[in-house]
């Protein structure tokens, strides 16, 4: 998301955020840290889309151990 001058700037407006990789970003990989498991997010998870309404930026995704089990 981009900060629109024209919008309501939104509580988070600007702040720059990434998203466990376990969580679907639209048009991001999704990989749950096993890369042969991963597969492209078509939409975002309710959660990443309220960050994105509220003015958050997402800057991308980060790694995990493997399905989250460490």
Do not use: H, M, W, Y
Not at 10 to 31: C, E, F, M
Request: aromatic share 2%; with cysteine; proline share 4%.
């Amino acid at each position: 998301a981009r900060v629109d001058e024209r919008s309501s700037p939104g509580p988070l407006s600007g702040t720059t955020v990434a998203v466990k990789g376990n969580i679907d970003v639209g048009g991001l990989r999704t990989t749950a840290g096993c890369s042969s498991f991963g597969e492209v997010a078509e939409r975002s998870a309710p959660v990443v889309s309220r960050l994105e309404a509220a003015g958050a930026v997402i800057a991308g995704t980060t790694n995990l151990d493997q399905f989250a089990t460490g």
